[in-house]
């Protein structure tokens, strides 16, 4: 990892690192808390990012951290009210808490301003189904199978 090399003096400053490609690999690899001190030595370096916060928050909730996950997620909104990661995110963890009033408003709030990219059908479909699921409404577009 680029952060402990830096730690222990073995990197060299003509090897800059990008600490959140490097964070987004470490999650991908499952390293979750390695991850966490990737995305945090971004924000060392750009202060207030909103997409490294939404990461941190997700990296939050993959080790189980829900409580400074929602803060996070809650924070960025503020930066950003219209960050949709942050209002998906946040919906599912208060579902989890039973919060079903409030997270409905985020998950409309994601779907009024959706994610655009090769990923983005995946959670726009899930929000929609979950969102249909709580009003109990029957989802008139399944996802495919």
């Known amino acids: 990892m680029a952060w402990w090399k830096k730690l222990l003096g073995r990197g060299y400053e003509s090897e800059r690192v990008n600490y959140y490609d490097e964070g987004l690999a470490l999650m991908r690899e499952g390293r979750f808390h390695d991850a966490l001190t990737s995305f945090r030595l971004a924000l060392k370096e750009s202060q207030g990012d909103t997409v490294v916060l939404q ?16 803060k996070t997620y809650r924070h960025v909104l503020q930066k950003d009210p219209g960050a949709a990661g942050a209002h998906y995110g946040l919906a ?26 090769p990923e983005a059908g995946e959670h726009i ?4 189904s979950t969102l249909l699921q709580i009003q109990g409404e029957a989802d008139p577009y399944p996802p495919k199978r």
């Open 125 to 128: 479909g899930h929000a929609r």
């Open 92 to 117: 599912y963890l208060l579902l989890r808490k039973g919060e079903e009033g409030e997270a409905v408003e985020h998950l409309q709030a994601f779907l009024s301003n959706p994610p655009t990219g």
């Open 55 to 70: 990461q941190i928050a997700i990296a939050y909730t993959r080790i189980g951290m829900t409580v400074e996950a929602t």
